[in-house]
């Protein structure tokens, strides 16, 4: 599967960007889905996953209460509505897919090696 991030960009503190992850190359219900973000000098993180059926999702802490993962398996779309930015938040931001077993409420993968794919980044700068 490849996938496609956009909706990266500039924003003061405060502000919203939402970044869209567009999959081509396979079923999308077939993947559990993240964004994970490397801001300057950092490793890479895990921001949010959700599962293949949507039900369950992960965030770290440092994005809860303002972050949204959601997807539409049917569109092959997965969305990141980000609010209350921060300056903090400034990063490149990934997609990523890992293969999923079909259980209706199983879990995101919160590892990095559960994922087998990924976008090529969108960069989002947040000012203060």
């Known amino acids: 599967v490849q996938l496609q991030a956009s909706g990266g960009g500039s924003v003061q503190a405060g502000g919203s960007l939402r970044l869209s992850c567009a999959a081509s190359g396979g079923t999308l219900g077939n993947y559990v889905m993240a964004w994970f973000r490397r801001a300057p000098g950092k490793e890479r993180e895990l921001v949010t996953a959700i599962s293949w059926s949507g039900v369950n999702t992960y965030y770290a802490d440092s994005v809860k209460g303002r972050f949204t993962i959601s997807r539409d398996n049917t569109k092959k779309l997965v969305y990141l509505q980000m609010n209350s930015l921060k300056p903090e938040d400034t990063a490149v931001y990934y997609c990523?897919?890992?293969?999923?077993?079909?259980?209706?409420?199983?879990?995101?993968?919160?590892?990095?090696?559960?994922?087998?794919?990924w976008g090529q980044g969108t960069l989002v700068t947040v000012s203060s």
């Open positions: 990523a897919a890992g293969r999923s077993g079909s259980y209706y409420l199983s879990q995101p993968h919160l590892s990095e090696d559960g994922y087998n794919y």
